[in-house]
């Protein structure tokens, strides 16, 4: 769970430092006292996008510290080389410039690699989520999410992947005739060109050292007629071998008077007869040395021939060679197309016939779970106040996709008599906030993840629907830790965690506070929210009658 949030520098909080608990935790305060900076400062370490905007007006960076407390030894841990800790610290820098800092645990990680982990540490729920419920594209994937079918979701894309890549291979094989002669004539035409240069693997790479050898013999030969006088020597001198000879006779006659000289020949007898063998190879190299001008010729007449197949066909005589291969390959494909294309066609009804049936599979999973999901979410909708709601999963078949072949839409009737329609269609925004929290709790069932943050997911219910609401959510909170944003006093007065966001203004400066709440502390907030700014004596009553309750 969230235990910890240290946030400093973003937009109105120079700094605050905020402590979780289990349970209920509740945040209110004034309409643009910072409540939503809070949340965005918890989406930043989960790593969701950071603007330059968040950070405070005079300062050069922002930063979020969260300490998460009971988080389990997630595989993510490992692949990504980060030291496993149940008291997990994520940090984020985020500066002016663009630049973005993550840190879990010490190590440093990319954005993108923090959000796979933040998916699996919190789930934030907001007035957004009333835009994924009506888009019908989400709401297989909310069933799944509930039917826990990934095993047959998995069985399933195999087959289809298979399905796929042999309808795309038909597509590759079927042309028109015309279109068939032009291709198998320009392969011919490769085929040949490239034959014809009877090219060996690498032959580019000899003839180019070889070439180079050539065009810089006079140099070379210079170089080794002077590296052979140097070691053999000359008229003028005789020579590091002949030195080195000389030096070891020298030495050879002082060990005759002490053992201590014996170390210092044998070093130099050695290295006169690595100097012998080295002058010997020296001036083999220079008498095999040789130049011609017919063989530079001839190189440079087979590299200008590799020269424009490698422009065509590839970066070396390899790439050629392979090029010519794949060419041979496709030229023998087309020619065979018709036989080839009939065992494609056998081929593929065969693999449409196990998809289907892995579709069939998982569509009558589906089916079973939408009606469990229906049921389950108009069990949580009666608690809600909602009893007379209907709610059904309708389906549509559907050619096979990637999803299998079935096509979910959610349809209710808010009122009784009233024929099902899609969600956007019949949902007050009262009703729709009440139906997302029934079906986040319902969906929650199956989720391993332990923070739930609700951001004022409240909007647009009151009176006897927000005291259900209240319920419903510490009804969650007994087994999740929830974190919620919210206006209505029911709410706050079911928390086990009251904290009050504050706005104040210092030496012409914003700044926000979070403060826990103690009981008389609740009872004037309850009482602001309940009755305004002016708070009464029959404001405060009615608070402490609520937290009493």
């Known amino acids: 769970m969230l235990s910890l949030l240290h946030i400093e520098n973003i937009a109105v909080i120079e700094c605050a430092e905020i402590s979780f608990d289990r349970g209920f935790n509740v945040l209110t305060g004034e309409t643009g006292a910072g409540k939503s900076i809070v949340i965005d400062a918890i989406s930043a370490i989960l790593g969701e996008r950071a603007y330059r905007d968040m950070i405070r007006t005079g300062t050069q960076a922002a930063s979020v510290r969260a300490v998460f407390t009971g988080v389990p030894e997630l595989p993510w841990f490992e692949e990504n080389g980060v030291e496993y800790d149940s008291e997990t610290v994520i940090q984020r820098q985020i500066h002016l410039d663009g630049k973005n800092v993550c840190r879990v645990n010490g190590s440093l990680v990319s954005v993108s690699i923090l959000r796979k982990l933040g998916i699996q540490l919190i789930n934030i729920h907001g007035q957004h989520d009333t835009a994924s419920l009506f888009d019908e594209d989400n709401h297989l994937t909310m069933l799944d999410a509930f039917a826990d079918n990934q095993q047959l979701q998995a069985d399933y894309q195999e087959k289809y992947t298979a399905v796929s890549a042999l309808r795309r291979e038909i597509d590759r094989m079927t042309m028109d005739e015309g279109e068939k002669l032009r291709r198998m004539e320009t392969l011919r035409y490769q085929i040949a060109e490239i034959e014809k240069a009877e090219l060996e693997p690498g032959e580019d790479e000899v003839l180019e050292e070889r070439r180079k050898i050539l065009q810089n013999s006079e140099k070379l030969s210079d170089g080794l007629n002077d590296a052979a006088e140097c070691l053999y020597g000359g008229e003028d001198s005789d020579g590091a071998a002949g030195l080195l000879a000389q030096a070891e006779y020298a030495l050879s006659r002082l060990v005759r008077f002490s053992d201590s000289f014996s170390s210092l020949h044998d070093r130099v007898n050695d290295l006169k007869y690595q100097v012998q063998d080295i002058a010997e190879e020296v001036r083999n190299a220079r008498d095999e040395l040789s130049y011609s001008a017919d063989e530079l010729e001839q190189i440079e007449s087979r590299l200008d021939v590799i020269h424009k197949l490698r422009r065509k066909y590839g970066a070396t005589c390899g790439d050629i060679l392979e090029y010519l291969e794949k060419s041979k390959k496709e030229l023998d494909d087309i020619e065979f197309a018709d036989d080839h294309l009939e065992r494609l066609k056998g081929k593929l009804k065969k693999a449409e016939k196990q998809a ?103 909007t647009g219910v009151s009176g006897r629907a927000a005291q259900k609401v209240a319920e419903k959510l510490r009804s969650v909170a007994a087994h999740k830790q929830v974190l919620c944003v919210t206006h209505l006093p029911q709410l706050a007065a079911l928390a086990d965690t009251h904290l009050l966001i504050a706005k104040s203004e210092r030496d012409g400066r ?23 700014a002016n708070i009464t004596e029959t404001t405060l009553k009615s608070a402490e009658e609520m937290l009493c309750q």
Not at 510 to 532: F, H, N, S
Request: proline share 2%; charged share 25%; with cysteine.
């Open 356 to 458: 289907w049936d892995a579709a069939l599979v998982l569509r009558k999973n589906r089916q079973e779970t939408a009606q469990k999901l229906s049921e389950r979410i108009l069990t949580e909708l009666a608690q809600l106040d909602m009893p007379r709601v209907q709610f059904q999963c309708q389906f549509q078949e559907q050619e096979l996709g990637s999803t299998g072949a079935d096509a979910v839409a959610f349809y209710m009737s808010a009122n009784a008599g009233e024929a099902l329609k899609p969600l956007s269609k019949v949902a007050s925004g009262g009703e729709l906030a009440r139906i997302m929290l029934a079906m986040k709790n319902v969906l929650a069932e199956k989720d391993q993840v332990e923070t739930l943050i609700f951001d004022e997911v409240d």
């Open 510 to 532: 914003t700044y926000t506070t979070v403060t826990p709440l103690d009981l008389e502390g609740r009872k004037r907030e309850l009482a602001r929210i309940i009755g305004g």
